[in-house]
């Protein structure tokens, strides 16, 4: 945006059609902003910004460099959800880096999450070293088996993230793992990007037809493939403007009944010459994004009326 009254014109109008969006259609999920995207805000000023644009809730980071540091999550956490419940948002889920409930981090941050009636949790990561593959998959699995109980002990719904790249990345990787455990504790936080780059044409619709029965969340975000230098890499970009099938993706969504979270990321680069022109460009683009999510989101729900 290059001038604050076209971001203030952006803002308006996407606040004033994501009610419509969500009073017209039956999709009754909670759209967050995933709060990564505004790490130079305290937790009242983003509050007080998302809820500006129009969406339901945040999506917090509870994890290194995130809105609450994991060592500080008992103290904080209780903290940064009050301030977000304050001006009219829920948390409907905390992003953290945990992998392992031997992590000092995990117990806290998930009783704390849970006693807070925070409902859903996001993991970390799990990574591939390419030495010996099906070691590396059973040991993830078995970390995530650990932090998946200490979850249900707290009262805290895991969804697994299929990231490109890392293990789980291709769903068939967890799927095993996860078909093992409890649905009601146990399930999937699917990101449609992520599974388009690791399986394109049919893999995709593959992925989400396995995940449909256990979504817990889902991450919003596009890409397309850009040919550099060094090959083919996924470029991020705003949602529409790329690979993935939003059209067909919230038909099949809809059409399994999911009516949880539903987290919007702005992974692509967006320009400004200062730190607060880079922050408006920011509620800039989700505001955007938050029109087009709300219009595929009213158009896919609508049909299953």
């Known amino acids: ?40 805000m305290d937790w009242q000023r983003m509050a007080r910004s998302v809820k500006q644009l129009g969406f339901g809730g945040v999506d917090l980071t509870v994890r290194p460099g995130g809105h609450v540091l994991p060592e500080r999550a008992a103290e904080d956490l209780p903290k940064a959800v009050a301030a977000i419940r304050n001006a009219g948002l829920s948390v409907p889920m905390i992003t953290t880096g945990l992998v392992s409930a031997y992590d000092p981090a995990a117990r806290p941050t998930l009783a704390t999450a849970g006693k807070l009636g925070v409902p859903f949790f996001k993991p970390g990561y799990y990574k591939y070293q390419f030495v010996d593959v099906r070691r590396e998959l059973a040991q993830a699995g078995e970390d ?39 649905p009601q504790w ?6 449609v990007r992520h599974a388009v780059a690791e399986g394109g044409g049919a893999g995709w619709k593959i992925a989400t037809n396995l995940v449909a029965r256990r979504l817990k ?46 987290s919007l990321h702005l992974e692509y680069d967006i320009a400004g010459a200062t730190a607060s022109a880079v922050e408006d460009a920011t509620l800039a683009a989700a505001a955007r994004d938050l029109g087009f999510l709300t219009a595929r989101l009213r158009e896919a729900y609508a049909e299953q009326g």
């Not at 790329?242 to 999911?258: C, E, H, I, N, Y």
């Open 1 to 40: 945006m290059h001038t604050r009254r076209e971001f203030l014109k952006v803002v308006g109008a996407a606040a004033a059609a994501a009610p419509l969006a969500r009073a017209g259609g039956p999709f009754r999920g909670t759209l967050c902003l995933f709060s990564k995207h505004l790490p130079g």
């Open 144 to 182: 995530f088996r650990g932090l998946a109980e200490l979850g249900k002990q707290s009262g805290v719904q895991v969804g697994f993230h299929n990231h490109e790249g890392y293990i789980g990345g291709p769903v068939w990787d967890i799927a095993g793992v996860i078909d093992t455990l409890d």
């Open 186 to 191: 146990v399930g999937y936080y699917f990101d």
């Open 217 to 262: 969340m889902l991450a919003v975000k596009d890409f397309y493939w850009e040919k550099t230098a060094k090959g083919w890499r996924p470029k991020n970009c705003p949602l529409g403007e790329g690979a993935v099938d939003w059209k067909t993706f919230f038909r099949l969504v809809s059409q399994a009944g999911f009516h949880g979270p539903i």
